[in-house]
């Protein structure tokens, strides 16, 4: 197990383990499970988990030459064994952290928007999703029930996503804002620039393979430019690293029908962009 990952795993059970240098595998590795056990009552859980999977691995652990003081110089059997300890932990620092964030979200002040939202609208999903969806911000309905795209638009939305072959649950959907903004004005900069942080560790945590941005709003704030919706459109941009595609905003194609056709144009392209970074 790399010492990253390793560090990573007790971090996330908010433990600090000193260990050092001239410690045996079997010292270190007892010393970390010794020391979770006795720290915490809360992940007794997962300490037994951890007991069970480095148990074996240590009666059955070859450490050679210099590196004999390190974990890292477990062998590649030791290291399978351990696989999913780590699968474990990552899905358990990865939902402590979606669990962190959320809360920051709702708790949030940190521009005007806070004193007239109902609640906060966070985003909803698979969080391990390969399409991210991203819009400006909620509307009145999304404000009401905590979701984005809820309401005709957001059924239209579901339609679109059903076009490139997914349902609502396999994508993540989110918004730049977590509130609305009075009336469903557009979104202004300094409310794009405090909410953006949120955003990018959604991101993060998510890491598509690819994002769409919902309309023309979205798509300029994202990508930073005042371009229209047609110049953005029909190219592959980057955000954070991933690919992303300008789409339709599906309340445009509600006002706009003879659009319709575009908005198909544009999930073409979303999905031969897809299909490329499969291949
Ligand atoms: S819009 Fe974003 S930055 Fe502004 S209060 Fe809501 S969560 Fe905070």
Same mark, same amino acid.
């Given at each position: 197990?790399?010492?990253?990952?390793?560090?990573?795993?007790?971090?996330?059970?908010?433990?600090?383990?000193?260990?050092?240098?001239?410690?045996?595998?079997?010292?270190?590795?007892? %010393?970390?499970?010794?020391?979770?056990?006795?720290?915490?009552?809360?992940?007794?859980?997962?300490?037994?988990?951890?007991?069970? %999977?480095?148990?074996?691995? +240590?009666?059955?652990?070859?450490? %050679?030459?210099?590196?004999?003081?390190?974990?890292?110089?477990?062998?590649?059997?030791?290291?399978?064994?351990? %696989?999913?300890?780590?699968?474990?932990?990552?899905?358990?620092?990865?939902?402590?952290?979606?669990?962190?964030?959320?809360?920051?979200?709702?708790?949030?002040?940190?521009?005007?928007?806070?004193?007239?939202?109902?609640?906060?609208?966070?985003?909803?999903?698979?969080?391990?999703?390969?399409?991210?969806?991203?819009?400006?911000?909620?509307?009145?309905?999304?404000?009401?029930?905590?979701?984005?795209?809820?309401?005709?638009?957001?059924?239209?939305?579901?339609?679109?996503?059903?076009?490139?072959?997914?349902?609502?649950?396999?994508?993540?959907?989110?918004?730049?804002?977590?509130?609305?903004?009075?009336?469903?004005?557009?979104?202004?900069?300094?409310?794009?620039?405090?909410?953006?942080?949120?955003?990018?560790?959604?991101?993060?945590?998510?890491?598509?393979?690819?994002? +769409?941005?919902?309309?023309?709003?979205?798509?300029?704030?994202?990508?930073?430019?005042?371009?229209?919706?047609?110049?953005?459109?029909?190219?592959?941009?980057?955000?954070?690293?991933?690919?992303?595609?300008?789409?339709?905003?599906?309340?445009?194609?509600?006002?706009?029908?003879?659009?319709?056709?575009?908005?198909?144009?544009? +999930?073409?392209?979303?999905?031969?962009?897809?299909?490329?970074?499969?291949?």
């Amino acid at each position: 197990m790399k010492e990253s990952v390793r560090l990573q795993y007790l971090a996330a059970m908010g433990i600090d383990v000193w260990v050092p240098r001239h410690q045996s595998v079997r010292e270190q590795v007892s %010393a970390e499970v010794v020391g979770c056990a006795s720290q915490t009552e809360a992940y007794q859980g997962d300490m037994v988990e951890f007991q069970t %999977a480095v148990t074996p691995i +240590l009666a059955s652990t070859e450490v %050679a030459g210099d590196h004999k003081h390190d974990l890292t110089s477990l062998t590649a059997p030791a290291r399978d064994a351990l %696989a999913p300890v780590t699968q474990h932990a990552k899905v358990y620092t990865d939902d402590q952290a979606w669990k962190g964030l959320q809360q920051q979200v709702s708790l949030c002040r940190a521009c005007s928007l806070c004193e007239t939202r109902t609640q906060t609208v966070f985003g909803v999903g698979n969080k391990h999703a390969s399409w991210m969806l991203i819009g400006e911000a909620p509307g009145r309905d999304e404000d009401l029930q905590g979701e984005p795209f809820v309401g005709r638009a957001g059924q239209l939305l579901n339609e679109m996503i059903r076009a490139i072959g997914l349902q609502r649950e396999q994508v993540y959907i989110a918004n730049m804002l977590k509130c609305r903004p009075p009336n469903n004005r557009d979104p202004q900069a300094g409310e794009v620039e405090a909410c953006h942080e949120f955003l990018t560790r959604q991101i993060g945590l998510i890491q598509p393979k690819i994002i +769409l941005a919902v309309g023309r709003i979205a798509a300029q704030n994202l990508l930073n430019t005042t371009q229209p919706l047609a110049k953005l459109r029909g190219h592959q941009h980057s955000l954070e690293n991933t690919p992303l595609v300008v789409v339709h905003h599906p309340a445009y194609l509600l006002r706009s029908l003879s659009e319709k056709a575009k908005a198909w144009e544009d +999930l073409q392209f979303a999905w031969s962009v897809y299909q490329s970074l499969e291949s």
